[in-house]
């Protein structure tokens, strides 16, 4: 599995959709990753799913993320996602969302390590493109198991393993423990990549530095602000990072948007962009106000004009 650089943009659902990727790519991140996928969806076709692993006409590396626990069903959908055009499978063990927990799968695997070494075992046998895995610390803090389960993984066939350095029970809360990334990285021989709390320009050579880690996954750090993976990539090469004017986060934001509809069509891309628009503006004066409206708009237009204005008043 090759990655273009160390800053790599995570699989985020609800996010890391065609639209978001490639802006993701244009920022420069070493490798982008799809959204979850379910492995019983693919496999019973159904047409959403297929929608959330279009990788056509997207430049790699792609990592096209599935999740599930069983191999009757993991090794089909694998192949499904080979079949159209996945070059790097990830299987997703960090999932922490009940509805996901209680069929034992995403987090819930790593209180269950014998299913998921026979799923991982069942991904590598499927296909011959890299798989990965990504992992959490634990299920919770009296369960920690990364250490063991990274190194009985790693025996299996997978490229690389991806660590989260919170407990299931933790969801997003609370500071990302470091220092376990770096005792993965210190017990397996696979590239390991560290993830959680890059939000500043100098954290992923913060995180390389502390923990030993071969590449750094960006998660809500990115939202509306994906200038932050070039910026990260710029302290790597001893630069100075840039930071985006409100003119340039508007013309992003109407990118992305554009974008998003161009994928998806209006009345689908509008409703879903309304969060990531409010990202974009978030520290702009009236911004409160503007979200409110963006929230409210039924079509791309509507939106476009709010922008717009919304510009205009920053500069009076
Ligand atoms: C809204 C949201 C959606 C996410 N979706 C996924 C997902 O589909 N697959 C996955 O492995 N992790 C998912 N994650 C976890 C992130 O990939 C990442 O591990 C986590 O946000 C920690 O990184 P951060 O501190 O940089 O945000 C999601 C996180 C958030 C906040």
Wanted: some cysteine; proline content about 4%.
């Amino acid at each position: 599995m090759q990655i273009d650089n160390q800053v790599l943009a995570a699989p985020l659902a609800g996010i890391s959709d065609k639209a978001f990727r490639l802006i993701a790519k244009e920022m420069g991140a070493g490798a982008v990753y799809t959204e979850m996928i379910s492995d019983k969806a693919l496999v019973y076709r159904n047409q959403k799913t297929f929608e959330l692993m279009d990788i056509q006409d997207e430049e790699g590396p792609i990592a096209v993320q599935i999740f599930g626990r069983d191999p009757e069903f993991l090794t089909p959908a694998a192949r499904i996602m080979v079949e159209r055009g996945a070059q790097w499978i990830d299987f997703n063990m960090g999932c922490p969302a009940p509805k996901v927990v209680k069929n034992g799968e995403g987090a819930a695997l790593m209180k269950e390590p014998d299913v998921a070494y026979r799923a991982v075992e069942a991904l590598v046998n499927a296909v011959d493109v890299p798989v990965t895995v990504k992992l959490r610390k634990g299920f919770d803090v009296s369960s920690v198991n990364v250490l063991s389960m990274a190194k009985t993984i790693q025996g299996l066939g997978v490229a690389a393993i991806a660590v989260h350095g919170r407990t299931r029970d933790q969801f997003y809360s609370g500071q990302a423990d470091w220092q376990v990334i770096a005792e993965v990285v210190s017990r397996v021989d696979v590239p390991v990549i560290g993830n959680g709390d890059i939000w500043e320009p100098t954290d992923a050579s913060r995180m390389l530095a502390e923990t030993g880690c071969q590449a750094v996954m960006i998660g809500r750090g990115s939202f509306g602000n994906p200038w932050l993976i070039r910026q990260n990539l710029a302290v790597l090469a001893q630069e100075k990072p840039v930071f985006p004017t409100m003119e340039e986060k508007i013309a992003m934001a109407l990118k992305h948007l554009r974008l998003a509809v161009h994928y998806k069509g209006e009345r689908v891309g509008v409703r879903e962009m309304r969060k990531q628009l409010s990202w974009y503006i978030k520290n702009g004066t009236g911004a409160a106000r503007l979200r409110d409206e963006i929230n409210q708009a039924e079509d791309e237009k509507t939106l476009i004009a709010l922008l717009n204005a919304f510009l205009e008043r920053q500069k009076g």
